[in-house]
């Protein structure tokens, strides 16, 4: 579809309240799904997040790696187990989780943002103590519960005008490294900087009436009407910690979340910067 100059220019007015009521303010975006395992979307979005970077919205990068990390535990012979959707991790398989996070994973995502024209600094929860954690059940060994967030690391990012990173790995007191699920970590981390929204990018479309139906997407939601929705099944199986962490990041000072379909090019760009948008919001 060809545009005019006249509806190109029509598309950028469109946005201007938006980039205003942004600016200056504070986004984290969880990254994670097919998004990520996509390497022509990969691209899309590290583009989009350089573009919204450069009109001065201050961005906050938190990324999974579950394909990754099983990738490398296959290659070096450990079996994945998970227990109520979170990895078992063992401390071997713990050193092998920070090595691809923050390692592998983390300075890819900070090269591509770099070569699309961004300034990109990657972190994780342990660096800065970014993370205070405790284990989260001792059926799961290595996977940490965060406690605290401090968040001097990544006020010293922004303030420098680097895009921050961050993967979610963190440690404790005596040097124990945890796997931390990057749902709960990205909220936490929202709620700490008081950010103005909140975007997960997932694989699905947002909340729907119809799981089978696109076209019953619920636009926009108060927490308060999360549990009926429950109750009704509207929300289901793997939602449901997404939306605990949506709920959480909302009770922790976060103006608006939205759940965001990550498979849609620009959906960040359509959500962020249109009348429109296109997944779930929560207010």
């Known amino acids: 579809m060809e545009f005019t100059n006249g509806q190109r220019a029509e598309i950028l007015v469109e946005a201007l309240p938006h980039i205003q009521k942004y600016r200056n303010k504070t986004i984290v975006v969880k990254y994670g799904g097919n998004a990520m395992i996509n390497e022509e979307l990969k691209l899309s979005v590290m583009k989009d997040l350089v573009l919204l970077s450069l009109i001065g919205i201050k961005i906050v990068l938190v990324h999974g790696g579950g394909p990754e990390i099983n990738d490398m535990l296959k290659k070096i012979g450990k079996q994945s187990v998970f227990v109520d959707g979170l990895r078992v991790t063992d401390k071997e398989t713990a050193e092998t989780v920070q090595m691809v996070l923050a390692g592998k994973v983390n300075k890819n995502l900070v090269g591509l943002l770099q070569n699309a024209g961004g300034k990109a600094i990657g972190l994780c929860g342990i660096d800065g103590k970014m993370f205070e954690v405790e284990p989260l059940d001792e059926r799961l060994g290595f996977v940490g519960k965060i406690t605290d967030v401090d968040t001097s690391v990544i006020d010293a990012a922004l303030d420098a005008g680097y895009i921050p990173v961050i993967s979610t790995v963190g440690s404790d007191s005596e040097g124990n490294v945890y796997n931390i699920n990057a749902d709960t970590a990205a909220a936490k981390i929202a709620g700490a900087l008081k950010a103005e929204s909140f975007f997960s990018m997932t694989d699905t479309h947002g909340i729907l009436e119809d799981v089978n139906d696109p076209s019953t997407l619920i636009s926009k939601i108060n927490v308060s009407d999360a549990p009926a929705l429950i ?20 009770r922790r000072g976060v103006s608006k979340v939205f759940i965001i379909d990550g498979r849609v090019p620009h959906s960040l760009i359509i959500e962020i910067l249109t009348d429109e948008g296109l997944g779930t919001m929560f207010v």
């Open 231 to 250: 109750k009704k099944g509207i929300i289901s199986g793997g939602m449901l910690p997404k939306i605990d962490c949506c709920t959480e990041a909302i």
